[in-house]
């Protein structure tokens, strides 16, 4: 009996050892043959997946930027340019038009009872131009019913992004939290109560054409091109209730496929009359873990399945919140979707931010950042990476930057966390490639993301979240090697550019770019 435990002991180590890829004696890395602690490994024939870009949510702010103001410079600057970080994907919100009807006042101004003021959106809608004789579809359709100038500064500030000199726009995406309020059961854009089903299957249709108004008014109206229109927003939230602290709607996973094989429709017509090809982007959802009961992220996904358009879906949009450093609940999506699949749908990330109160301006919540991205990158495949709010106001700690929401003239002041997206968006392309990268034997908080461009260059970025500098030992192989530092003291600020050597000394609480060229 203890002979049969030693040799079933000794196949479950081989087995890991051949899991993990050990060719020779178990513990040794043939990609590290000298076994070197903190050793960079870098398989740039090993490719993954190609980046699609990074961006960043203009959601409840951007309606606050005075048109033509040094704010609105200073903001499309730091954001969507060279001189700023360089991010190419714009995330307009499609407001449900909550600031018409200041649901926050029916509870007294300042009570967070429904949501706070600065979570209020405008509509394009005209409301009182509602003729209660028509359908809703009818009174959604007629272009006589919206005014744009509702959401001018909004709408206007996006415009500048992507038409400024040097703007590295490259994809605009429109998304919406809820439907307008006059299409929704309870007359909010959140539920009477939690889980409530808030858009009727009577008012897909009006829903559709709110859509497309707005998505019209972009192409057509201020000339943009427009990637994808994101109709719903994590779906399998409550939204609903007292507590619901913004817009919001919940929708089951059989309604959610059911109203977007509605809105598929609208988009393909939509596209046939304006020889544009904007997609559908699904779902938006709110975590990806396929073992949490409240997630349900494989029945919505499975509901969709159902409809012929499936077939067409090449990418899923996911958020990070539910289980931002977890390992297992991004491999584990990634099987069950490929499993059931193949390999022809990517993901995207499109929504995170810290969840914390008060502003944090250090390196803390700037190496958690870093920790999320690579792990997105690394374990869920991702192809582009999004943080919510560009910006916040005050000590609120959703932004990347901070700025006095509606000032003229306000700072602009970046948060380290906004450094640290720089040190990824700033050097990494679109159509750039992920590659096999990571440290070995690495120390505490030491890991790696690792890039390839066109040209053979590839992009490291590595973070130290560790207490203590850490040499890290390079491959061989490079000839020059560049250097970009965020850190305490440094704000994405070149620190080398030289020659290759052997090792690179990353510093306590840091996160570097580093280029490395043959």
């Given at each position: 009996m203890m002979k049969k435990r030693t040799v079933f002991a000794i196949c479950i180590v081989l087995s890991l050892c051949f899991t993990l890829g050990?060719?020779?004696?178990?513990g040794e890395n043939p990609a590290n043959p000298q076994g070197l602690d903190n050793y960079l490994v870098i398989d740039a024939d090993k490719e993954y997946q190609s980046v699609t870009g990074f961006g960043a949510s203009a959601a409840w702010w951007a309606q606050t930027v005075p048109v033509g103001s040094q704010s609105a410079t200073d903001l499309a600057e730091s954001l969507y340019s060279e001189e700023g970080i360089a991010l190419s994907i714009y995330r307009y919100n499609i407001g449900g038009g909550s600031w018409d009807y200041n649901a926050y006042n029916e509870h007294g101004a300042g009570d967070f009872v429904v949501f706070p003021e600065y979570r209020n959106t405008q509509s394009a809608f005209i409301a009182d131009n509602y003729d209660e004789s028509l359908s809703a579809a009818e009174n959604f359709a007629d272009p006589d019913n919206y005014d744009f100038s509702k959401d001018e500064n909004a709408l206007?500030?996006?415009?500048?992004?992507?038409t400024q000199e040097g703007s590295t726009v490259e994809r605009i995406i429109l998304f919406a939290n809820s439907p307008h309020y006059l299409l929704t059961v309870s007359g909010k854009t959140n539920g009477d109560y939690a889980y409530q089903s808030n858009l009727p299957a009577e008012n897909y249709d009006a829903y559709c054409e709110?859509?497309?108004k707005y998505l019209d008014y972009v192409v057509n109206g201020l000339g943009l091109g427009v990637e994808a229109v994101s109709a719903i927003n994590e779906p399998q939230h409550s939204w609903g209730g007292e507590n619901a602290p913004q817009e919001g709607c919940h929708y089951e996973p059989k309604e959610l496929a059911a109203f977007y094989d509605k809105f598929y429709g609208y988009l393909k017509e939509f596209n046939e009359a304006n020889g544009t090809n904007v997609k559908m982007d699904v779902f938006e959802s709110g975590n990806y873990d396929v073992y949490k009961s409240k997630g349900r992220v494989m029945e919505y996904i499975y509901a969709m399945s159902k409809y012929d358009w499936f077939e067409e879906?090449?990418?899923i949009s996911v958020h990070s919140y539910g289980s931002p450093v977890s390992v297992e609940a991004r491999e584990s999506f990634v099987y069950m979707l490929n499993n059931l699949y193949g390999d022809r749908i990517n993901i995207e990330m499109s929504e995170i931010c810290y969840m914390e109160?008060?502003?944090d301006d250090?390196?803390?919540?700037?190496l958690w950042l870093s920790e999320v991205m690579n792990k997105d990158f690394v374990n869920l495949g991702a192809r582009a990476w999004c943080w919510w709010m560009a910006t916040s106001c005050d000590d609120y700690n959703d932004g990347i930057v901070t700025w006095m929401w509606g000032s003229e003239n306000?700072?602009?002041?970046?948060?380290?966390?906004?450094?640290v997206m720089g040190n990824y968006s700033k050097f990494v392309d679109t159509g750039d490639k992920r590659v096999e990268g990571y440290v070995d034997n690495a120390s505490d908080g030491v890991f790696a993301t690792v890039f390839k461009k066109a040209d053979g260059r590839i992009v490291v970025v590595?973070?130290?979240?560790g207490k203590s500098a850490t040499d890290i030992n390079l491959p061989a192989g490079y000839a020059t090697l560049q250097a970009w530092e965020t850190s305490a003291d440094k704000d994405l600020e070149q620190v080398y550019d030289g020659n290759y050597g052997t090792t690179y000394n990353a510093p306590a609480g840091s996160v570097t770019t580093i280029i490395l060229s043959k």
């Open positions: 050990v060719a020779t004696a178990c206007e500030f996006m415009k500048l992004c992507a709110y859509l497309i879906i090449d990418t109160a008060g502003l250090g390196m803390d919540s700037a306000g700072e602009v002041r970046p948060t380290k966390r906004y450094w590595l973070t130290n979240a």
